[in-house]
């Protein structure tokens, strides 16, 4: 594949250890991309990651609303919102990014689902796209045109993070080998990636690269 290092970046979206095996909302062999994220981080030269990162109070926590639980729905500005359990709080071990991620050449980190109003799965806008964490913005002033996606999980912030950098107009890859899914319901994974790809996102594996 043709591209060019000074117009591309590698985000790299929520490895949190609440999101790996042992986690308060693990995604299956989440731990597993470790090493292939640490050997893509290498081919690029603007590498950025996203953190959850949610006060106590969040409102996508099941806690936080009397006689609800994990996989409930509520309305949480005025969007509906699937109840999770308590995960990524700021200041947490689980919000900590996985000990055994290379973060030394990061360019800048993006945290979000700091409103306990809304929730935020993509690392450019809140749920509600009211809230912005000024990724677009410091993309665009980097001269970032080529966009590549990878992390956790697939079927809720790297899909909306994805989704959102298309939006922004950055021609956008999903990295498939280098991310994994909830899967809520079965088919959460698959879905995810068919609605990426009808809305012009290119589906590679890091040896596309
Ligand atoms: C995520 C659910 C809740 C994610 C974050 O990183 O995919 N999923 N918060
Ligand atoms: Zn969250």
């Not at 409102?59 to 500005?77: E, V």
Request: glycine share 10%; hydrophobic share 40%.
């Amino acid at each position: 594949m043709e591209w060019n290092k000074e117009t591309s970046a590698l985000i790299i979206v929520d490895l949190q250890n609440d999101f790996v095996p042992g986690g308060a909302l693990e995604v299956t062999q989440g731990d597993q991309l470790i090493p292939v994220i640490n050997d893509l981080q290498k081919k690029f030269k603007h590498v950025i990651a996203t953190q959850d990162f949610h006060p106590a109070d969040h409102g996508s926590f099941a806690a936080n609303h009397p006689g609800k639980n994990p996989g409930d729905l509520i309305q949480l500005a005025g969007l509906t919102q699937y109840l999770w359990p308590v995960h990524c709080v700021q200041g947490s071990r689980g919000a900590e990014f996985h000990p055994d991620l290379d973060k030394v050449c990061w360019s800048a980190v993006f945290q979000k689902g700091k409103n306990p109003e809304v929730d935020s799965y993509s690392g450019f806008f809140d749920n509600a796209r009211k809230g912005n964490t000024g990724l677009g913005d410091y993309l665009k002033t980097k001269g970032i045109e080529h966009v590549f996606v990878c992390g956790l999980a697939l079927d809720y912030c790297v899909k909306y993070t994805a989704l959102d950098a298309k939006s922004l107009g950055f021609e956008t890859v999903l990295l498939v080998d280098a991310t994994r899914a909830v899967n809520v319901n079965p088919q959460d994974g698959e879905l995810a990636l068919e609605e990426m790809k009808q809305a012009g996102i290119r589906l590679k594996t890091s040896q596309d690269l």
